[in-house]
């Protein structure tokens, strides 16, 4: 197809299309069914190129950034990357963020601010001896 030595082979014995090449889409791709790849990564010219994948070795699910700063930052209120409002941040530090607001909680490995609710951290135990542990 087109020089290059590549090939798109339909192979009955798997129902499926074999290429050989790299499949380059622009604009949006549609699948109805499970989609398996060894991972997902941003371009490398994109900012903080980021990766989500696992390995064969363990069942982790790797969620990694090159740059530094937030590695996961979930979001509502919008659907563009980047943009409505954070719920909850993990920082390259090891830091976690949860709640609204997190103006100053840069240091604190975890911050939590209900904003306007009347509960901070609720937590229920069926252990009658122990519901939290905290050491200074």
């Not at 798997?14 to 398996?36: E, H, I, Q, R, Y």
């Amino acid at each position: 197809i087109g020089g290059a030595a590549a090939t798109l082979i339909y192979t009955h014995a798997t129902t499926s299309w074999d290429m050989n090449k790299p499949l380059n889409v622009t604009g949006a791709g549609t699948f109805s069914g499970t989609v398996d790849g060894q991972g997902f990564r941003t371009t490398s010219g994109s900012t903080d190129y980021s990766l989500l994948s696992r390995n064969s070795t363990n069942t982790a699910v790797y969620i990694q950034q090159a740059s530094t700063g937030n590695i996961v930052d979930f979001r509502y209120g919008s659907q563009a990357a980047g943009q409505g409002t954070s719920a909850m941040i993990i920082k390259d530090t090891g830091e976690v963020a949860i709640g609204a607001n997190f103006t100053g909680y840069d240091g604190q490995i975890l911050a939590v601010n209900s904003g306007t609710g009347d509960t901070v951290l609720y937590g229920q135990s069926s252990d009658a001896n122990c519901f939290a542990s905290f050491r200074i």
